[in-house]
């Protein structure tokens, strides 16, 4: 059974960093990729940033170009997301997925709803 947990959600003032975690575990599929994606109150989930495990690809989406990095450890399959620069508009709750891809070199989903299997999300607050 695939499971993903998050930490690293808080409180932090615009201008602030805050990184992300997300530990995986139960994985079979022989390719995937895992990724990030955040909701606001009232908002869709939108797609903020993906890697693709097998090469290490990493796929932003504009609004976090720059400011946010992706970093991983494959002994405990642990995908990071390190957030500089935090603006107001990037608090929501963050959500880590996983998607099996198929073929293996596929570019990751940025439509979460070809992610199958999520953890439970991390608030992130950012004050202005």
């Known amino acids: 059974q695939v499971q993903l947990v998050e930490s690293g959600g808080g409180l932090v003032q615009a201008g602030g960093s805050l990184r992300l975690s997300c530990a995986a575990s139960?994985?079979?599929?022989?390719?995937?990729?895992m990724g990030w994606f955040r909701q606001a109150p009232g908002k869709e989930r939108e797609f903020v940033a993906a890697i693709r495990w097998r090469d290490g690809s990493t796929y932003y989406a504009d609004s976090v170009k720059g400011r946010f990095t992706l970093s991983r450890a494959n002994a405990k399959i642990t995908l990071s997301l390190q957030m500089n620069s935090l603006k107001p508009e990037d608090a929501a709750v963050y959500y880590c997925?996983?998607?099996?891809?198929?073929?293996?070199?596929?570019?990751?989903?940025?439509?979460?709803?070809?992610?199958?299997?999520w953890g439970q999300g991390t608030q992130v607050t950012v004050s202005s």
């Open positions: 139960g994985l079979t599929f022989s390719s995937y990729a």
């Open positions: 997925g996983d998607q099996n891809l198929s073929p293996s070199w596929a570019t990751p989903s940025v439509t979460s709803h070809q992610y199958p299997y």
